[in-house]
């Protein structure tokens, strides 16, 4: 009969502690709430003979397993990171102040960039108030003429900054329709993307972005007004202009009564028009314009949200011409 030989005491241990561990992944499996993880080599294995498993206490650092996860309140409450990059040749340094302003309503601005050749002297007015805006220059020298190499520089940085995934947004500040397609791929993956640029702004690149802000209505001497001072003399477009996408937004809400509230109008107008902003028509407030047309019915009770409806028409006697009820 063999003699059986007495197993050495590191055999045994790394045997106890097989067992240990196997037993341990039966608990997990049997325990709502955490999952093991696949390896079954990363298990939750203690450092010591008589260390307690960290996974069974239920701690946030434990190791291969995974808790179940909840919103992260510190993502909830940040500001949404922007990345701004201007396209110096076709914006002016006049707007800067009221440029970052403006991002400043949509999020932060992390990463601010500009692209041109500042060898240039048209370019030296920017060059000035970089340091005020703590924004980065980005020296593209034009190699050839009738090329623009800044233009490709800002595209190639727009696509590396969107792949570190650290962006929410991306803010063009340019008035050139070559950006038309940057503007498509960015939303395409997900990042919202806000447009800056003049009114002379082709279709194709306004439409391309979430909002599209005029820089004529960021200008110092900008002028927009309230309904007690009037429609600005500067403004882009008269206030009558806006009648038609209005009466499309309210069309688009279908209220069995007409009345729909003006906010809700306000949300929809941006998603019909990027470039709809209630200044470009001389005034700062969506009210106050639609007040000025007086081609609406309007209701605000006492502590209520405003609500609006178009005025409808009725045929006068005389059946030759409409006439508002």
Known sequence: MPIPLALPSAALAYRERGLRQRTIVKDLEATPGLEPSRDRRQVCHASSPGAAPPCLTRMTSTVGCELPKGPNMADENRLRRLAILIDADNTSPRVADSLFEEIAKFGEASVRRIYGDFSSPRLKSWIEILQKHAIDPYQQFAYTSGKNASD????????????????????LVSSDSDFTRLASRLREQGADVYGFGMQKTPESFRQACRRFIYTENLLPDAEVATLEEGPSRKALEPPRAVIPILNKAI??????????GLGVVGQRLATIASDFDSRTYGYRKLSDLVRKTGAFDIEQPKGGAMRIRAKTTRPSKTGSKATPE
């Open 152 to 171: 490709i520089a800002l595209v190639i940085d727009a696509m590396d900054l969107l792949h570190t995934g650290r962006f929410d947004g991306f803010c």
């Open 251 to 260: 069309a688009q809400l279908e209220t069995e009564d007409g009345w729909v």
